[in-house]
């Protein structure tokens, strides 16, 4: 920084005078709230859309995202394979089904189970499908999960697949933020909204009960009950070879967990558990838990068991196995289970990787499966009573393709692959490390034309997310190419501190009072790109969601002259009040607490609203959010963006009315949101600026 971007003592005093003035746009369908969002959202389609771009931009995303030879990703339960499915005809999307027999033949006959459009008509209610729970093994019944407008409260439903309709008189669960599971077929364990006191600070069940078929809610037993300030609490049920068991997963907060064994009789069971870990499934008797810890002589990031038989008998463990250690370049991503093996898909470097494990003798044994080198690997479904496995894999520039796979069998099938969406001719993918502020090595990708003049005019847009331990990989984005690198433009990942890349240390290593690391993590990777005449801040975007949507404001409010773009999308922006707004305090493990001075402390140093500068030039940001957002509350952007128009910053700003934390409620509105995002991308850091 020269001293020419030193701010004076005046405009280095945030402006909190204002803040307090803001709160109204914190009532999410208050009428003046609602108001100024509606003149906000016409200002930004004027600008947008008046683009003779734009049309192009909507037509080709909504190709793609409609595209009939789209690859039918399914779940595998018994001798079916169950897919959801949205296209044109279908805006709101079919449940459906087809025999696995059809399906590896690549000539499925689907039985649509649920037209999620026809409900919707005939309830006059806007219903966006949200999942379902099937009880195995015969896999008769189901509870749907459907949403208003896509939020996270939801209304349950039970259904039969032999008759293919609601059960009358079945399990059905009013409109809550709910978390549930099946017992056996005729009860459930459930965590709902059972009146005034049930719910803790985050605005999550705190009590779980179980609910026995032909009795009203109301009368469920309570099982267990969780103090206010706690923030899970979760039924699961783990299917094994032979039948399921259920287990209580009690989150203290976001990372420290209590779990319970649930018997068909009596008191829960603890289990006598680190608080930071993660069950992972039950195999040959041996339960699997995922290590966020030290413990007992294993290393965090390792995969352990031990017989749950023994727990049962004697009330503690014995004999607990490693089953797998990822090391310190590599991680676990995924654990699943089959008839005769556990398969777990990792990243070395972030490079993914598949492990076949048995367990025999007492002993687990593992081999290195040579499947989908250079490819991002993962199980898209598997089925603990067979050993079938649906295996999808893709990578920057290469599309995805899903095989059907039985490694006992040795049998690999390739099912469908979806044609190239963008000209990748002449792109390139490499992977390198940027040296962060204290001098760790952080990795990251960049895809961009191989003969374009390193002249430091290439628009680039660098994507990040740094949170909760969350791996992001290289995955084929056909719409980022499609309207980005088809352009002209390049596109950076980095895989910065906050995430799950490196396992658990990488995460822990940006916790709290350490969170400034993961920005100068994006901060150096930007500079690495720009240093090497890719590109230069004229020229330089980014883009973020969530958690990656609070690292975009702190992009732009720390490091304004680095960028010249930023979408910032679905945000936490008001660090302040953050624990305040819907599902906020459950994230205090993550941030820290504001309302604790000394942790206030180093949380300020950053939250992008208090930080704010009047006389600071900024970027003209992209603000995104949903009105239907419950999860991160849609004012930390409309404040934002507020506080910005009072100190006279340009911005664009677009807040959908539906569509919950993912943004979108269907595919037209996907097509939309895209087109605005990179044709703004575009408009920002094309080369043709002066």
Known sequence: M???????????????????????????????????????NASTLNALTSDPRFEQYQQEALKILTASDRITYGTLRGDFVYNFWRDKDHVRGIWRRATLQ?????????????????????????????????????????IVELAPGGTDSAVYREYDIQSKTFVKDGF??????????????????????????????????????RWKRGTPLTAAETLLETDVEETFIYPINVEHDKGQ?????????????????????????????????????????????????????????????FSLTDFQQAGKLKDIHLVFDP??????????????????????????????????????????????????ISISSSDSHNNHLLIS??????????????????????IQETPARFDTSGLKVEKNFAISKDGTDIPYFIVYPEEIKLDHSTPVLQYGYGGFEISILPHYSALMGKLWLEKGGAYVLANIRGGGEYGPRWHDAALLENRQRAYDDFFAVAEAVQSRGFSSPQHYGAMGRSNGGLLMGVAFTQRPELFNAIVCGVPLLDMKRFNKLLAGASWMAEY???????????????????NLKKEQAYPKVYFFTSTKDDRV??????????????????????????????????????AMLSALEYLYLMQQLSKKMS
């Open 633 to 670: 509350h849609p004012g930390h952007a409309r404040k934002m963006a507020a506080r910005m128009e009072q100190m006279g910053h340009d911005f664009y700003y677009y807040e959908n009315i539906e569509g919950g934390h993912k943004g979108t409620a269907n595919q037209k509105q996907e």
């Open 245 to 305: 068991t259920c287990f209580v997963l009690r989150g203290h907060d976001f990372y420290h967990f209590s779990f319970y064994l649930v018997p068909e009789t009596g008191d829960l069971k603890q289990i006598p558990l680190p608080q930071k870990c993660s069950l992972s499934g039950l195999f040959q008797d041996q339960l699997l838990v995922e290590l966020k810890q030290d413990w007992q002589g294993f290393t965090a990031g390792c995969l352990i068991s």
């Open 327 to 376: 090391g310190q370049t590599g991680t676990i991503s995924q654990v699943r289970r089959a008839k005769d093996a556990v398969y777990i898909t990792g990243i070395e470097h972030v490079s993914s990787q598949i492990h076949e494990l048995t367990f025999q003798d007492h002993k687990w044994k593992q081999r290195l499966i040579p499947f989908g080198k250079n490819d991002v």
């Open 393 to 414: 894999r893709d990578g920057f520039l290469q599309p995805s393709s899903l095989y059907y796979v039985n490694f006992q069998a040795g049998t690999e099938e390739l």
């Open 592 to 610: 820290g607490n504001p309302d604790i001075p000394e942790q206030w402390e180093y949380i300020k140093q950053y939250s992008p609203l208090q």
């Open 172 to 209: 059905q669960v009013p409109l809550a933020k709910t978390n549930l599971c099946w017992e056996n077929q005729n009860q459930l364990l459930i965590a709902t909204d059972w009146g005034e006191g049930s719910l803790n600070t985050s605005g999550y069940a705190r009590i779980l009960k």
């Open 102 to 142: 059809h399906f590896r033949k690549h000539q499925p006959e689907w039985q649509t189970l649920l037209d999620v459009d026809k409900l919707a008509k005939k309830e006059d209610e806007n219903w966006i499908y949200k999942g379902v729970d099937c009880l195995g093994p015969d896999y008769q019944r189901c």
């Open 2 to 40: 020269g001293s020419s971007d030193i701010p004076s003592d005046k405009s280095s005093k945030p402006e909190n005078n204002t803040e307090e003035s803001l709160l109204w746009l914190e009532e999410i369908e208050g009428e003046q709230a609602l108001s100024w969002v509606r003149q906000q």
